[in-house]
């Protein structure tokens, strides 16, 4: 049993791997966190904790201190582009600013003797109008009316007229004779007609089901 | 920190959002006055953003003549249209955005005219515009055409936000409004673009 037991731990033993440099890879991925944050250093951009721990790296790396001083550089030679912009550039747009100024004053009066700014609004009410949400909104309006137009509308006394005219076209296709005046009398004839239909069911439903 | 330069420091502060505050109520007020029509609002206007237009268009374009002429379009661009400007974002941040298609525009512009295959280097995003006047070449040292050509060897983004950062000095806060990225976005892209450039310098023996 012994013998077993040394066997098995000199198989667990074996299992042993050195271990890698995990010391290393820390701090290689705490050097490459820390580089990644040279550049907001140098514009004074962290939190003031995060700019003493990067301050601390950079004292003790050589890598991101040399990043950081060739940053500074570039930057300044970057700034040493800068060339004041000439005069020409003012002088060349007021030219031609007042030139389209004094045209729109000559044009104005014409313009907008009865239609105030006019011209300037209906290129906005234009654009107000091609935005993709108001166009849906505006068309969603537009459907709700014509169906509450067409929900209400028929029980206006108003219509009723129109309604009689188009459904009397409707019965001069099937009769031929539209407007003859024996055709009013249809609507009372029907009337007695489903009286006497409702008393004939009544009768039927009393003498099966009453009894 | 004693009690007595904690004030102090707290006095400064103030004194710099309020100088800060008053200035965007300024140019707020210019502004509103240019969609008026007031032309003497948008010579104050171009006197305040001509250095900052000119720069910006310079370190993009590398030429002086190109840079002049897009600032010239692009102040011309903002009268005409000042009247869509809802101050949903800051006034240099609309600004700007006018002066970088410009300067895209006229990249593109002088892309096309080379028609010598030979000519173009697709290696490159950005070809020089430089056709060594000798004005420029007198207004050039050496120095400044090697960083150019740094410059001009790097990605778009890169050069955009390099100019935005090192030359023009704006705060990361502004940048992300006028790239329309995050603060991280900003700070991630102006480090590899530093790295980028650093790389691109370290060729060159100076």
Known sequence: ?211 | MSIGTLAATMETYSETIQTEELDLAQERELVQRCQKGDVDAMGTLIIRYQHWVYNIAYGILGHHQDAQDVAQDAFLSVWENIGKFEFRSRFSTWLYRIVKNKCFNQIDQHQRRKTDPMEIDDSQPWVPLDTATPEDAALRSEEKDIVHRALSKLKDDYREILVLRELRELPYEEISEILGCTLGRVKSRLHEARKALKKELERVEW
């Open chain 1, 1 to 211: 049993m012994l013998a077993a037991f040394q066997q098995n731990s000199n198989r667990i033993k074996g299992f042993v791997h050195p271990a890698p440099p995990i010391k290393d890879m820390v701090m290689a991925k705490i050097h490459e966190e820390l580089q990644s944050d040279v550049s907001a250093y140098l514009d004074n951009e962290l939190a003031p904790d995060r700019q003493a721990r990067v301050e601390a790296h950079l004292d003790s790396c050589n890598e991101c201190s040399d990043m950081l001083t060739a940053f500074q550089e570039n930057r300044a030679r970057i700034k040493g582009l800068e060339h004041p912009a000439p005069l020409s550039i003012q002088t060349a747009v007021m030219a031609q600013i007042r030139e389209q100024a004094a045209k729109t004053t000559v044009e104005e009066p014409s313009r907008t003797l009865r239609f105030p700014d006019l011209g300037r609004w209906i290129p906005d009410v234009g654009r107000w109008f091609l935005r993709p949400v108001t166009a849906g909104a505006t068309g969603f309006l537009t459907l709700v009316l014509i169906l509450g137009a067409l929900y209400f509308y028929p029980t206006a006394p108003q219509y009723e007229e129109t309604l009689d005219f188009y459904f009397g076209i409707h019965t001069e296709q099937l009769t031929d004779t539209p407007f003859d005046e024996s055709l009013s009398s249809i609507p009372q004839d029907d009337a007695l007609e489903s009286d006497g239909d409702a008393n004939l069911f009544l009768d039927l439903y009393l003498e099966n089901v009453g009894n």
